[in-house]
């Protein structure tokens, strides 16, 4: 369960965890202190690094052995490996969460992305419509492949080549695929719980940390 804690750590955002209004779910979350430990372990570093829990880990919590194999499966598909970087991944999510209308998603991930790219527009852009956004001809491959995907449309063998003339293995292709299941999943569990994103993702990653 590293790799979600690691990208959770890695925003650096330091804030007030008091409960917000945006914190109510349709299935009560178990609190964390009635966790199981291992999830407890994994769960407290985020909040105490980041300053706050993020909303998906309490919704989640409502059936504790369905979080950890979220979160288990989550860091599988999301580790760094192949040709795609973790702005890539992060591009990937927001775009198809936008088509699937996740407000969770688009807001939560468009925040890494912006960590990840350190690009404080394209994440908008995208959430917008991928179309139109400000990319370059390797990441329009990854992302009308993934679109196919995430409306399960058949694949041409044109598509896959067109992921190759960009240095796209037919490994990255699996992995562009797995990050699109893993999210219309989490899409949906979001529609589902009522899951709202925290307000303090929405500023992550847009103003540039002064540097001393």
């Known amino acids: 369960m590293k790799c979600l804690k690691g990208r959770l750590l890695y925003a650096g955002i330091h804030t007030s965890s008091k409960r917000q209004s945006d914190d ?14 291992d999830l407890q372990l994994y769960l407290k570093p985020v909040e105490e690094k980041t300053g706050f829990m993020p909303n998906v880990f309490k919704a989640m919590s409502y059936r504790p052995d369905e979080l950890r194999a979220f979160i288990n499966y989550y860091d599988i598909v999301m580790a760094e490996r192949g040709s795609l970087t973790k702005a890539d991944k992060e591009m990937i999510i927001v775009a198809t ?3 699937n209308k996740c407000q969770y998603c688009i807001i939560a991930h468009g925040a890494l992305h912006r960590i990840f790219s350190k690009n404080p527009h394209l994440a908008d852009q ?14 329009r491959s990854i992302l009308d ?4 995907l995430c409306h399960c449309q058949p694949l041409s063998e044109e598509k896959f080549q067109n992921l190759e003339k960009h240095g796209l293995s037919l490994e990255d292709a699996w992995d562009i695929g797995g990050v699109v299941a893993l999210f ?8 589902l719980t009522n899951m709202k994103p925290n307000k303090e993702f929405y500023l992550i990653g847009r103003v540039p940390k002064n540097k001393t």
């Open 184 to 191: 219309a999943l989490s899409n949906r569990m979001a529609y």
């Open 97 to 99: 969460s936008a088509e």
């Open 145 to 148: 492949f993934a679109m196919d």
């Open 24 to 37: 109510v779910f349709r299935f009560s979350p178990t609190p964390l202190n009635r966790l199981p430990d």
């Open 126 to 139: 995208l959430a917008a419509n991928w179309r139109t956004a400000e990319l370059d001809d390797r990441q």
